[in-house]
């Protein structure tokens, strides 16, 4: 089976080097990003299998994120939100935008790849 592609778009360091960490020992490869200019700048590079981001980031917001891949892209890849700002307003607003899933922070490895997981074996 060919590894997974995921884009993670995180601008917390320390999270982002230990959710690479535990996904590339799930095999995934992993793409990191922290800003959303990256993100924009990845996804017209190459299109990963699903991503993950955070909401609040330099440049570009998860959530437009969200709007970008969903109506500017029109693309149908899995995108996971995960954010501190998990106020039911932001939650909402990823679902109604088109997120296929929300975790709060802070956010368990374990959960995350599950999810990531249900997500792909959906496809």
């Known amino acids: 089976m060919d590894s997974k592609k995921l884009l993670l778009a995180e601008d917390d360091e320390l999270l982002a080097s230990l959710l690479n960490y535990r996904l590339q020992k799930e095999g995934?490869?992993?793409v990191l990003s922290n800003n959303g200019k990256e993100?924009?700048?990845q996804l017209i590079r190459e299109i990963p299998d699903l991503i993950v981001s955070d909401i609040m980031m330099p440049y570009f917001s998860g959530l437009e994120l969200v709007d970008y891949v969903r109506n500017e892209l029109s693309l149908e890849i899995p995108i996971i939100i995960v954010s501190s700002a998990?106020?039911?307003e932001n939650v909402l607003k990823a679902f109604d935008?088109?997120?296929n899933d929300f975790i709060s922070k802070?956010?368990?490895p374990a959960e995350?790849?599950?999810r990531i997981n249900r997500e792909l074996r959906k496809r």
Do not use: D, Q, T
């Open 28 to 30: 995934y490869e992993v």
């Open 97 to 99: 935008l088109g997120a």
């Open 39 to 41: 993100v924009k700048e």
């Open 112 to 114: 995350l790849i599950m």
């Open 106 to 108: 802070p956010v368990s």
């Open 86 to 88: 998990g106020n039911e």
